[in-house]
């Protein structure tokens, strides 16, 4: 029975038809390519019928009979066979194999010592029974069902078709033979009836091991084999050495159309399914090298741009959740393999190379050298004079030399050990600060390392431009997972702040809050592109916008406005006395909440303020607010208050400017429609103890802003209000709440046990209708 003689029609299963471009449009042919070379798509053969696993082993019954053939006509319709052994069968690679070795089955059978495999159909054969001949005798095997039958019989012609492929191929003679056996060898696997992973990968990995033998190949005969094979890659990734002669070709023949025609199908198949690049390393670097080959045709990135469309789809909302985390991984591989002449020159770490071929023993390694920290001078105005100089005058370091200081010593300078903490690295700004004579560096790459870096930034940007991937993809990008060479590489910190722009406009918090380092003691993006960071060369320009979305989502709090403080104060000021509204607004919030204690500071931001026609008017504003601050906590008023229903923040706002409010203690605005907008007000009552917000829109905002400014609150009402885990763990720094409602919130369970474990003096709770109840 010959599984690869059965095809549809009729007609030649081995027969190609043209097929257009996967990426579509109207891409011709490259110079140079043969039309012989270019890649067809063979129809693929189906199998109707019943569907089989793949044995490897089971219960059988087996019966072995010695005897001339002549006779074996009148031997198995004779009462003879009646004497059957159970053996537990294990179809091995190259036999067939009992658990037990004894009567029937003391000695394996071998796949090449089987000269047929047939089913017993007639009318006086033992039922549910196969028939092996070996020379000299038959084997035959009684299933306990015609199912188990089949199956059986399906995975022996598998196991033995094989066997016979494996050593017919591993000493190939003449190439158009080769060619011819491995067109057999797929039809095989497409006609068969068994459903196994293993079915499609045992063709591809004996091709994978004929070309690893076989390295003196022509070009044409490189692509003769993948179209030979590509019908079986489009349902199955291709097996580590395969991946290896795919990047080759890819690099040698980019024009290629085998890139485009059978390449495409595979990679996109990766990109949709992959798990873990960790894995499978090959499977990344071929994705790699096929979009490096896509970005070598003419129409370089637009054929790129496209095949990223193709990936995410004609939607709004990519259909595939692994696409973005695997095309990110690859971009990163990619920019990492850009600097690894320099980051090898700088720690000799293991290359890429050696990581995928094993890396050497750690002792054979020199010692790192840790960097020593060298801090631009803090005067205001020099410092804007060296960013000046520096952008004018950009150093070129080579792979041997990097314009940060090198010590070649065994601990870390003390002011290094205090910053970083005991068991952590140096913050990231910190190990590329340079002398105030050079604040930006340029690294020379050389043009393939050139070429490569361009694509794969153009590639973020473009993943960038899509809204429903851009939450994802400022989540990966938060931790900084470039080299430190890469962020002090001008050329790369400026192509990638189109990137970070996108985020700063972003107005979802799950986007822009990315911008802040991923944990406190690390830098983050807000810290890299401010003003004095590396990648700053605009004056501050995308510094005061990513600000500006910060304060305007759930960030006006005093840890931010403490942070600018410390760090970026000096920015701040400089770009408040150019007129930037925002830096404005900060510095008059930074007087508004006593977050300078410096008498001089304070009266520098003053005087900064009333430089300009807005910061006058804005300082103005706080002056007056500050009055209003002082006659509103004035000793004085009631000691309770309840606004109607339906009130608004406005509301609020011009009841609490129309009195004293000090001795106020308990506030109810449930059922108004107040939101986080009012929690500017509510922070300025200083008697404050009680607070009821049932069923108003207040959210995670305001219990941030709340739980910095009235931490002597007892009683907080939040039911039937839209906050979240994210607001809520900020009440752990309310130490006096006793009393805390959180009916029908979005409370989880973990949120709640943190909670009871940091608020030691809570007695009642009310958690119904959450996860935690």
Known sequence: MDLTSSSGGGGDPRQIEETKPLLGGDMSAPEGTKMGAVPCRRALLLCNGMRYKLLQEGDIQVCVIR??????SKILTSKFLRRWEPHHLTLADNSLASATPTGYMENSVSYSAIEDVQLLSWENAPKYCLQLTIPGGTVLLQAANSYLRDQWFHSLQWKKKIYKYKKVLSNPSRWEVVLKEIRTLVDMALTSPLQDDSINQAPLEIVSKLLSENTNLTTQEHENIIVAIAPLLENNHPPPDLCEFFCKHCRERPRSMVVIEVFTPVVQRILKHNMDF????????????????LNELNAGMEVVKKFIQSMHGPTGHCPHPRVLPNLVAVCLAAIY???EEFINSRDNSPSLKEIRNGCQQ????????????????PDLVSQEATLSEARLKSV?????????????????TPALTASAGNDSEPNLIDCLMVSPACSTMSIELGPQADRTLGCYVEILKLLSDYDDWRPSLASLLQPIPFPKEALAHEKFTQELKYVIQRFAEDPRQEVHSCLLSVRAGKDGWFQLYSPGGVACDDDGELFASMVHILMGSCYKTKKFLLSLAENKLGPCMLLALRGNQTMVEILCLMLEYNIIDNNDTQLQIISTLESTDVGKRMYEQLCDRQRELKELQRKGGPTRLTLPSKSTDADLARLLSSGSFGNLENLSLAFTNVTSACAEHLIKLPSLKQLNLWSTQF???????????????????LC????????????????????????????SA?????????????????????EAW
């Not at 960790?278 to 080959?293: D, N, S, V």
């Not at 750690?362 to 001078?377: A, E, F, I, Q």
């Open 67 to 72: 005897h001339p053939r002549t006779f074996l």
């Open 278 to 293: 960790g894995k499978c390393p090959r499977l990344r670097l071929f994705t790699q090298e096929y979009i490096l080959a």
């Open 337 to 339: 393999s850009c600097y």
């Open 362 to 377: 750690p002792c054979d390694r020199k010692p790192t050298l840790p960097l020593r920290l060298l801090h631009p001078s």
């Open 396 to 412: 070129v370091v080579a792979s041997s030399e990097i314009h940060v200081e090198v010590e070649r010593t065994s601990t870390a």
């Open 699 to 717: 959210g995670d905002a305001g219990l941030r802003l709340l739980s910095e400014h009235l931490t002597m609150l007892q009683v907080l009402n």
């Open 720 to 747: 039937e209000t839209p906050v979240t885990d994210a607001g809520l763990l900020a009440l752990s720094s309310m130490k006096s709440l006793c009393s805390l409602n959180m009916n029908s919130t979005k409370l």
């Open 750 to 770: 973990d949120t709640y046990e943190d909670l009871k474990a940091k608020l030691p003096n809570l007695k009642e709770v009310d958690v119904r209708y959450t």
